[in-house]
């Protein structure tokens, strides 16, 4: 990992500086309609593989903002503008704060993308304010569609059972200590690791398909003066999982993509899309 120096560091803050949307973290007082937000999910995965917005015109709030590895762009310079053929999909429903987070997968290699899409709504009317993606494709992080695919196809991502269920509070904190490892000593404790546990990490697996694998290989502690930062987030305690998107501070101050599944209050699984503004990915 690439260490800044106070220094560099400040010197990057204002060459660089970041304005993301930041969805409005006011908790409902109902739940959200959750069949409303997996119809404007499924929505989202029809607009992507026609490559228009048809589907989502009816859907949208008066004000609505498109945001891909973390800047505002034209939606129509957007990869939701090109029409892609779909590989795989789940999308995971955050009742509270009325967001939706997919994995989608495209392996066609003349197209080949590994996105991760937050869909936020207006807790009012459950209309779209914010889309935000995470597109991954060549030179982003350990890039590499196929293999992505085939590991996601190995595991098992079922709603846990009610009585089982993590609350948000313990899987938000889960994903937040993780992130927070690369510059704070204390955080990597505060991660609750899980056996087995695996991570896919662009298309890398450490799982092996072993009881005893593990999500420790390779994990710094406290190695970097900058943290990941802006982070958004979509929680679902069925699926126990948080999908958190930041300004990945380490590496090129990447826009990434993390998500976490805890099972038992254990961390199982952790998918990562990281890229790097258009450049190779390096350490
Ligand atoms: C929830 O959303 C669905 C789909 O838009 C709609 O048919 C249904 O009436 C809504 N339920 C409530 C309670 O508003
Ligand atoms: C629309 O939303 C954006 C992003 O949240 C905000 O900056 C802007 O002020 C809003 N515009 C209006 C007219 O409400
Ligand atoms: C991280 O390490 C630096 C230098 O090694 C130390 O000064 C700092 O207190 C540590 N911070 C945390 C939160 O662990
Ligand atoms: C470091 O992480 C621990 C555990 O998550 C947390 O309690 C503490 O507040 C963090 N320290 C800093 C400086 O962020």
Known sequence: MVIFSPKTWAVLSVVAPIALALPSSTAAAVDCNSTALMEAADAYVAAQTAGTLDTLQNLFAGNWTYQENNKQIDVKKGVISKALKIDHRRTNVDKISCATYTEIIIT???????IGTQIHHNAADTKIILIDSIASTTNSWIFDAKKTLQHVLEEKWDPIP???????????????AYLSMWNNATAADAVPWGTPCTRLEGSAYTGKGKPDDSCKPGIPSNHSQAGNTHRRYVVDEAMGSVSIFCVWEHMMMAADSHEFRLENGKLRYVHTMTVCGGQPCKL
């Open 108 to 114: 066609d290699s003349a197209n080949p993308y590994v």
């Open 162 to 176: 009610e009585g089982k269920r993590d609350s948000r509070a313990v899987i938000q904190a889960a994903g937040d």
